[in-house]
Nanobody, 122 residues
Framework: QVQLVESGGGLVQAGNSLRLSCAAS????????MGWFRQAPGKEREFVAA????????DYADSVKGRFTISRDNAKNTVYLQMNSLKSEDTAVYYC???????????????WGQGSQVTVSS
């Protein structure tokens, strides 16, 4: 089983930055592709970013490309989401997820964290 715990969310003004972390409790973290998703009030959950097992490949939603950066530290069993130039429309609950699929991928995530609220005030 994989347990994922997000941290780093909060309230931030538009234009500022925030970094989310996701710590994984799993024996072989480097065997999992990782992703970040988000869900805004009244909307469906959407893909944000994904990173391959080694960290060598990444993929982003068009809405965050150039502003967000996903990275991972396999020695620390942690994946990060650096969010710059935040906008009010980035307000959502952010979830990290793990997949056994080769990545980066938008699909096939088997394990999910509880989520971390990010609120961007304009």
């Amino acid at each position: 089983q994989v347990q994922l715990v997000e941290s780093g969310g909060g309230l931030v003004q538009a234009g500022n930055s925030l970094r989310l972390s996701c710590a994984a409790s799993v024996r072989a973290f480097s065997s999992y592709g990782m992703g970040w998703f988000r869900q805004a009030p009244g909307k469906e959950r959407e893909f944000v970013a994904a990173i391959s097992r080694s960290g060598g490949s990444t993929d982003y939603a068009d809405s965050v490309k150039g502003r967000f950066t996903i990275s991972r530290d396999n020695a620390k069993n942690t994946v990060y989401l650096q969010m710059n130039s935040l906008k009010s429309e980035d307000t959502a609950v952010y979830y990290c997820a793990a997949t056994t699929r080769y990545g980066p991928t938008k699909y096939g995530y088997d394990y999910w964290g509880q989520g971390s609220q990010v609120t961007v005030s304009s």
